[in-house]
């Protein structure tokens, strides 16, 4: 074996055992990478839970199916205050305490929110926004037309 081949096989295999012990395999860890947000995947499934008892699932897909709990995350993350990160996360653990219950039992508590509570706008708000944004509504809700829009040249113009 040539000493520059078993050199360069030994710093891909060191360099590949450094990023492998860097990786985190837990399953303990949100779907996706967060920046200022100390989530686990227990908070992620409350998260999908309540995501889902403001859309539920009927004809069209529900908040979970559109994975909504991820955009509120995301969005929570990268573009709210320290403050509102703050008040979100101490929201999401007051809610832990109707974890694992019925979706009617979610709608109540978040009914008996208080209209100004930080945790409930900001859940409501970017739900709503993950949701009006999402590729369902976009391609099967939402009619485009290309502006200026339909030419119509038999229409009269009075004037």
Same mark, same amino acid.
């Given at each position: !074996? ?7 096989q030994?710093?891909?295999? *060191?360099?590949?055992? !450094?990023?492998?012990?860097s990786? +985190?395999?837990? +399953?303990?860890?949100? @779907?996706i990478?967060?920046? /200022?947000?100390?989530?686990?995947? *227990?908070d992620? +499934?409350?998260?999908?839970? $309540?995501?889902? @008892? $403001?859309i539920?699932?009927?004809? =069209? ?7 909504? /709990?991820?955009?509120? !995350? ?10 509102? #990160?703050k ?7 007051? &809610?832990? =305490? ?8 979610? #709608? ?7 209209a ?5 706008? $900001? $859940?409501?708000?970017? =739900?709503? #926004?993950?949701?009006l944004? @999402? ?7 939402l ?7 339909r030419?119509?040249? &038999? !229409?009269?113009?009075?004037?």
């Amino acid at each position: !074996m040539n000493r520059r081949t078993a050199i360069k096989q030994l710093f891909v295999v *060191a360099g590949g055992m !450094m990023i492998a012990t860097s990786c +985190d395999f837990t +399953d303990k860890s949100t @779907s996706i990478v967060l920046n /200022h947000l100390k989530l686990n995947k *227990a908070d992620e +499934d409350l998260l999908a839970e $309540l995501t889902e @008892s $403001l859309i539920p699932k009927t004809d =069209t897909p529900g908040a979970k199916d559109l994975n909504l /709990h991820l955009f509120v !995350m995301k969005m929570v993350d990268d573009c709210s205050s320290p403050e509102e #990160q703050k008040a979100f996360i101490e929201g999401l653990k007051g &809610a832990e =305490t109707i974890k694992g219950k019925g979706l009617k039992d979610m #709608q109540t508590y978040l009914a008996a929110l208080p209209a100004e509570d930080v945790f409930f706008q $900001l $859940l409501k708000r970017r =739900t709503i #926004q993950g949701y009006l944004n @999402s590729e369902y509504v976009m391609k099967n809700k939402l009619v485009y037309e290309l502006v200026p829009g339909r030419y119509n040249g &038999a !229409m009269k113009v009075n004037g």
